[in-house]
Nanobody, 127 residues
Framework: QVQLVESGGGSVQAGGSLRLSCAASGYTYRSGCMAWFRQAPGKEREGVAAICLGGSTTYYADSVKGRFTISQDNAKNTLYLQMNGLKPEDTAMYYC????????????????????WGQGTQVTVSS
């Protein structure tokens, strides 16, 4: 049984930093993508960043480029999201996703392409 458990969320002021972690059990990252998504109240879930092809390729939403960094530790089976320069508009529930396949197109940001999801960790950024 695959389990993804996120941690590291919290409340910070604008300009601050947080590092999210996603510990995976019952799942070994080999190919495809693992990703971070977020969902703010009243908004659709959106892709934030993904790491693909064994870590050789990373993708970012335009809104977080230059501020967020996705990485993985294969030995610990853990995915990370380092978030710097946080803005109030980054406030959302952040979810880890794994088990990607191109069922709905070969794009990392299509949430329906992922089979496994964590429970989410809340990030709140105040101005």
């Amino acid at each position: 049984q695959v389990q993804l458990v996120e941690s590291g969320g919290g409340s910070v002021q604008a300009g601050g930093s947080l590092r999210l972690s996603c510990a995976a059990s019952g799942y070994t990252y080999r190919s495809g993508c693992m990703a971070w998504f977020r969902q703010a109240p009243g908004k659709e879930r959106e892709g934030v960043a993904a790491i693909c092809l064994g870590g050789s390729t990373t993708y970012y939403a335009d809104s977080v480029k230059g501020r967020f960094t996705i990485s993985q530790d294969n030995a610990k089976n853990t995915l990370y999201l380092q978030m710097n320069g946080l803005k109030p508009e980054d406030t959302a529930m952040y979810y880890c996703a794994a088990g990607w396949s191109p069922r709905y197109g070969a794009w990392w940001y299509i949430s329906r392409n992922y089979d496994y999801w964590g429970q989410g960790t809340q990030v709140t950024v105040s101005s």
